[in-house]
């Protein structure tokens, strides 16, 4: 499939269309030489713009960035048809799929100059229409734009690069009006200029040219790492003096690669994709009457179409050509020919891709935690039986202490006491002779079991361990609380990072304080952390985190026999880490297990009762309107039946989000209602 099949960077003009097949190639200094197909006629600058189809003609049009001009619309044969006020445009990129005004557009984004800003288009009747909210001021001296389709959850981004290093990327949604807007989702700054960037949607890596450093991949999920990696290096590899500009190739399997300009040389570079971006060969471009470019520009693969005499090919911007700068069409057969390459078989229209997996986006997200790095970990949900939207979030952060949230997100209390892992509570705990909500958590500070009782009146924590209740562990880790079915009595299970766990019977010390009764030891071959019990059948879900999910006797007198449920080697939807574990309950002892599959950022569901099976996965992705973003690297999650107020009635999933991003933030915890998991997997919902 030829990458952006239908896009085509060059300037306005009228195009010199070729009869001749042209494109042979010759030698020059042992570097292979393609004369050009076809030579534009000056284009005055050479801009940006792309190709776009022509429904209702059948024709090809061009859509170029003029300038002060604006964005130009114009049949390749040069006949013009109208501009569209853009400020000064300058770089532009189009993306087919974009949903807007109750259809499906293609939509184009526009670098403007006059104030370096980003600005919206769509395509009506062929013309540039604005449908931008506004113009997205960027902050810094824009040098380029490319857009990105997200393979991991289907949003698009615009990245923005800089005349000072800036790599911005920018997700676009729709606002509540139907207008395209853009929210920053991550910066990346290198040390100097970045003229150029291209991305691949398939596989999600982003290209940029840094103009005296080289050429650099990274990962355009904003949810992952970076991941940033050389490409080829002024000096050092095969770029003589400057990066020049970039264009992707995709003709399928053994034929994607990666063109690359070494300005000053004139020569262009191959990469291909298939083998770690590896090294190919160079070759050079001339027109048609073989005069050298001396400075290749702007780059572009285009799509061929033999009604109008064009091959598949790469255009090259000459800004050096006698007769005015101008742009050339090399044939990608002649070029990859020239070096004993496959053009493979490129398509003319490339697929829109969808996220991975189901996906849903939260309807709120905490503050961020106070604490930087991997800080935010574990969340504990108290449902308001009397009155649902005053329900309650606890969330450790496991440099600083516990974190008292309300349903929006707000901070109502912040204890520091010391390095809290996870947390957990349960409801009906008898202390003093009346029933309090009891929350524990794994304090790695004392390595203790610290024991909170939450005032639901006063909305506050409130510290009611009978001294400190030592666990006698190295490093208490995993937590969760249980209530037995069979006597009543409430517990606590804290385990090692080694893989050893201990079980504690909470009792009332008879001072209005709780004690920690060391009741039970068992352990596993390798860390755990996330756990849930089930309290109505007297099981405990235990998350070993390169193994899989377990399940074993929560009872004090259960021994140490255990039972897989879920091994990741088993089920390629399981990623390690697997991480926390929630239970989210239909009644009648039916219902569902939610794990973390840290390793590729989704959660799995299986069945709670009978075989409990797998019933699939789902992702969190960002809500741009609401400007949430998605869910990435999650340690710690929670999950409820229970009504939470307004958009969580049927319950919800809490979660701790290791990347916040959209902007980049600390840590903190999003909230997703479970009626959009229910939809996302066809699951049912508590009444």
Partial sequence: MLYQAHRLLIGVSLWALATATGGAASAQDGVPTVAAVLDTLSVGDAVGGVIVPDSATGRRRLVSAAGLVGLQASYLDGTRLVATPAGEAGALDVRDGFHVRGRT?????????????????????????????????????????????????????????????????????????????????RRINLP???????????????????????????????????????????????????????????????????????????????YDRDAGD????????????????????????????????LPSGLL????????????????????????NLSAGSPSDIGAVLTPRLPAVTPAAETVPVASPGDAADDPAIW?????????????????????????????????????????????????????????????????????????????????????????????????????????????????DSNGEKRQWELVDAGNGKVRAVRVRDFAFTSQVEGCVADD????????????GLWRLSAEPDGGSAMTMIARISENPALKDDMEGVGLYDLGDGRGYLVVSSQGNDSYAVFRREGDQAYLGSFIVVADGQRGIDGVSETDGLEVTSRNLGPGFEHGALIAQDGRNVLPGENQNFKYVPWASIAAALGLEMRR
């Fill in 383 to 495: 449902a308001d039986p009397s009155n649902p939207a005053n329900s309650l979030i606890i969330g450790t952060d496991k440099k600083a202490g516990l974190n008292l949230y309300d349903m929006q997100g707000r901070v109502l209390q912040h204890l520091p006491d010391g390095k809290m892992n996870n947390v957990d509570l349960r409801e009906g705990f008898m202390l003093g002779g009346r029933p309090v909500v009891l929350v524990t958590a794994s304090d790695r500070t004392n390595k203790a079991v610290a024991i909170y009782r939450l005032d639901i009146e006063a909305r506050r924590l409130i510290d009611v361990a009978d001294g400190v209740q030592p666990t006698g562990q190295g490093d208490p880790y995993g937590q969760c609380m249980y209530r037995s079915p069979r006597s009543g009595k409430t517990y606590v299970f804290i385990n």
């Fill in 105 to 185: 557009e293609r939509l184009l984004v526009s670098t403007d100059k006059t104030d370096n800003s980003l600005r919206f288009f769509v395509l009506e009747a062929g013309a540039p229409v604005e449908i931008g909210a506004r113009s997205v001021a960027l902050g810094f001296a824009v040098e380029s734009v490319c857009l990105l389709r997200n393979t991991s959850d289907g949003g698009l981004y615009a990245i923005a690069v800089g005349d000072g290093g800036e790599i911005e990327q920018l997700l676009i949604y729709v606002d509540a009006e139907g207008r395209a807007d853009a929210r920053p989702s």
């Fill in 278 to 309: 590896a090294y190919r060969g160079a070759v050079r471009v001339t027109g048609r009457n073989g005069a050298p470019i001396k400075e290749p520009g702007a780059l572009q693969a285009a799509a061929a179409n033999p009604d109008e005499g």
């Fill in 316 to 339: 090259v911007a000459d800004e050096d050509s006698e007769a005015g700068a101008n742009y050339k069409l090399a044939s990608i057969a002649a070029l990859t020919g020239a070096l």
């Fill in 192 to 270: 100097s200029k970045i003229k150029y960037c291209v991305a691949d949607d398939a596989t999600g890596q982003v290209y940029v040219s840094q103009q005296a450093v080289g050429v650099w991949r990274f990962n355009g999920d904003p949810e992952a790492d970076a991941a940033p990696a050389l490409v080829d290096a002024v000096g050092l590899g095969r770029i003589s003096e400057e990066s020049g500009s970039l264009a992707l190739y995709d003709g399928g399997q053994g034929a994607r690669y990666l063109f690359a300009t070494d300005a000053s040389s004139g020569r262009l570079f191959v």
């Fill in 536 to 547: 109505a059948t007297g099981q405990i879900y235990v998350a070993e985190e390169d193994v």
